[in-house]
């Protein structure tokens, strides 16, 4: 009888395995830490993993994109299991995609609901190798109290700016406030600085590095231009640290108080105004301004969510990507920490834009972000940006931006007789 009894058991656990929830899996995904990315990354993929029964392992990676990419390349070219799912940025689909599942036969169907643009952007020969998950654009966050204490209109050209930032800095030191200064961008030589030195060429009317048709057209008047306008802010309105400054030292200068204008991307506009900052309430976000015979250009970043070819859980690690990527994830993080959605909806909602009124007023900014050449130089995109940053950050510190840009195109044309 006893014998018969067990046996009766194990058949009955035995069908309870398999009318149950899959046995619990623990998923690793890496998040970059700029802002709130990472708290925001781990209550998104807790929740999944309270949902599912499953378990997370979020890991942290280096806040600049360009130490974050040769870590994954690392992580990668091991075909390591250890990271299932990758948060990748919007300019390296071409770069990773050997590495990275086909996401189509699961996930295609979510394609339909993110802009056009960005699934096109994540689709590498035929194959759906990411699904966005937030964007970014290139941002002026302005000091509405000091514009309005100076009577000073929001600037629309860099010759504005600049006239304005050091308007306000003098009078702001002559008044006791020593520590106050113009301008914070992001000038550290690294994948931010070409995001911004992008968008002063691109502003000028000087093109994106290589245009759509992977022409080299850098070596040109108008970014000569855009470039030496940039040297000149320089220990000028920019503090000679900006030299430094990536996103986060940006923002630590502008949050404190101590800066009248900032280049940042949205996540910064959530910050601004939390309850520890001392500029809550008093600030602006605009587009960026033009040179005196450009348009307003604002880089296209973001991130993406990419499963790694090598994950050990597969199917988990893509419903673990529907989750985050989905409508209702997107929403909380737009309004939580401004994170602006890939999906065009997510645009006419109210409480988004009620949260982030910039996200309504600057949807046009948005939606005609001028993407860096990533897509037509693919697999060389990272070596393309890091000699033009490299090459900007010699010109920031000093040296003459026309023989600069002229070496620069030279270099980048033997880059791309190889291949691109
Ligand atoms: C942000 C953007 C990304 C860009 C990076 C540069 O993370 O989302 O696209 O490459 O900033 O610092």
Known sequence: MAGRRTAAGILVAGMLALAGPAPAATLAISCGAVGQELEQCRTGAEAWARQTGNAVKVVSTPNSATERLALYQQILAARSPDIDVLQIDVIWPGILAPHLRDLTPTLGGEAAGHFPALVANDTVGGKLVALPWFMDAGLLYYRTDLLQKYGVAVPETWADLTAAAARIQAAERAAGHNGVWGYVWQGRAYEGLTCNALE???????GTVVDGAGKVTVDNPAAVRALETARGWVDTISPPGVLTYAEEEAR???????????????????????????????????ALPRGP????????????????????????????????????????????????????????????????????????????????????TGARYNRVSQEFF???????GGGGADPALE??????NRIKRRGW
């Open 293 to 376: 015979d450009g348009r307003p250009a604002a880089a296209l970043g973001g991130q993406h969510l990419a499963v790694s070819k090598y994950s050990a859980h597969p199917a988990l690690a893509m419903d673990l990507v529907r989750h985050l990527t989905g409508r209702a994830e997107q929403k909380r993080r737009a309004l939580e920490a401004s994170f602006n959605p890939t999906r065009p909806d997510l645009y006419d909602d109210r409480e988004v834009a009620a949260a982030n009124p910039f996200m309504a007023s600057l949807r046009a900014t948005f939606q005609a972000a001028t993407p860096r050449p990533s897509t037509i």
């Open 200 to 206: 002063w060429i691109a502003s000028h009317g000087g």
């Open 252 to 286: 630590g200068l502008f949050q404190s108080g101590r800066a009248v204008f900032m280049r940042n991307w949205p996540y910064a506009w959530s910050l601004a105004q939390g309850a520890d900052s001392s500029v809550k309430g008093k600030v602006g976000v605009a």
């Open 407 to 412: 070496a620069l195109a030279a270099r980048l």
């Open 390 to 396: 490299t090459t900007v950050s010699l010109v920031l």
